[in-house]
């Protein structure tokens, strides 16, 4: 009985122990490395930041693609793009964690500004305002995108 009070005790203590702003802050690099995959046009840097199990909710469809389709997507995405103008967050991410900073979910308001060409193959910018809700998974010490339910204006 006496072990096991000490262990409970041990496990409640060690998660007082997790440095939560230092977690933040990583969080918030993931956010400007996305912004530079994006600037860049970065399709494999992007898919390398998702989980081999990661959810998408968009436009009311569910989907759980693969890697390849992630890169696919995203290269799709980007050849369609002239250059970005803006990936911005419009407020700061809200950042939450699970009790034992092991998940965490961000918040995102983003101003999305791009030139691209419409159908007449006319140059156009187009400006979007988008919210998402990022699910990230603490795997091997390192933050990665589990699920992302996004929304534009």
């Known amino acids: ?8 005790l041990f496990a409640s203590c060690s998660s007082a122990h997790i440095d939560l702003e230092k977690e933040k802050q990583e969080l918030l690099k993931l956010d400007e490395q996305a912004r530079e995959f994006h600037f860049s046009k970065n399709a494999k840097g992007m898919a390398d930041g998702f989980s081999k199990d990661f959810i998408s909710i968009n436009r009311g469809v569910i989907s759980q693609p693969t890697y390849d389709q992630h890169i696919q997507r995203f290269d799709n995405y980007f050849k369609q793009v002239i250059e970005f103008i803006k990936w911005d967050n419009n407020t700061p991410p809200v950042i939450r964690f699970s009790e034992d900073a092991s998940v965490a979910y ?4 983003k101003c999305v500004i791009l030139k691209t060409k419409d159908e007449n193959q006319q140059e156009i910018v187009d400006t979007t305002y988008f919210a998402w809700l990022s699910v990230f ?5 390192q933050w990665v995108l589990d699920c992302v339910s996004s929304t534009n204006k």
């Open 1 to 8: 009985m006496k072990n096991i009070v000490l262990l409970l």
């Open 106 to 109: 961000v918040a995102v308001d």
């Open 137 to 141: 998974k603490k795997i091997n010490g």
